[in-house]
């Protein structure tokens, strides 16, 4: 193993510090209550439909009292849908705190609070960013970034066929997500760039 090590056939990989890896947990918990407090919003939506009842859409607490207005005590659909809404309240309850937790997080620590004055980057995806790649010094080059979180292009080779493809989506996949999310929202943020005369 140590003439492996010696020849370069392995590379040493760095552990993220303590720190990284317990706000990515609480990063990566808060990600997963997300879509299942969206599941149970649009399920309680597809089985008030189905009784021809329709509402604004709305999420969070305006979500369940307008679930609570539409469906009485006595509606016959109300024994189904009320303990999807106490999960849904707990779910939301929940959020809230990862929310408040995160934005104390992100007032704390200074190379986050500089991420956030690039466009279209908010607090999760600032500390996100700061936590998943943690130690800076460990990237050679920018372009070593984007192949850690899977940012670059996967080669396609056969015979003199060399053509790059789609990213490879290799790399960290929560943070990928959210750098994503903050470029669809930067050419709306910045009307008057470049970006916007291109219309991208």
């Not at 760095?14 to 990600?31: D, G, T, Y």
């Not at 109300?78 to 999807?84: H, K, M, V």
Request: contains cysteine; charged residues 30%; positive net charge.
């Amino acid at each position: 193993m140590a003439e492996l090590v010696r020849l370069g056939w392995y590379r040493e990989v760095k552990v993220k510090s303590q720190e990284s890896q317990k706000i990515r947990a609480i990063l990566v918990a808060r990600s997963r209550l997300v879509p299942i407090r969206g599941d149970i919003e649009n399920q309680v939506r597809s089985l008030v439909k189905e009784y021809g009842l329709l509402f604004p859409r709305a999420i969070g607490l305006k979500f369940r009292n307008q679930s609570c207005e539409l469906l009485r005590e006595d509606h016959q659909l109300r024994s189904g849908i009320a303990p999807l809404l106490s999960i849904h309240e707990q779910i939301c309850k929940q959020q809230s705190k990862f929310d408040d937790e995160v934005r104390q997080l992100t007032k704390s620590d200074e190379t986050t609070r500089r991420l956030l004055t690039v466009p279209g980057v908010g607090v999760v995806t600032a500390l996100t960013s700061r936590h998943t790649i943690d130690d800076p010094s460990r990237f050679r080059s920018a372009s070593s970034v984007g192949a850690y979180l899977g940012l670059t292009p996967r080669p396609n080779q056969s015979g003199e066929t060399d053509t790059n493809g789609k990213i490879s989506r290799w790399g960290d996949r929560l943070l990928r997500t959210y750098l994503a999310e903050a470029a669809t929202v930067l050419p709306y943020r910045k009307r008057n760039g470049p970006l916007s005369r291109l219309g991208a």
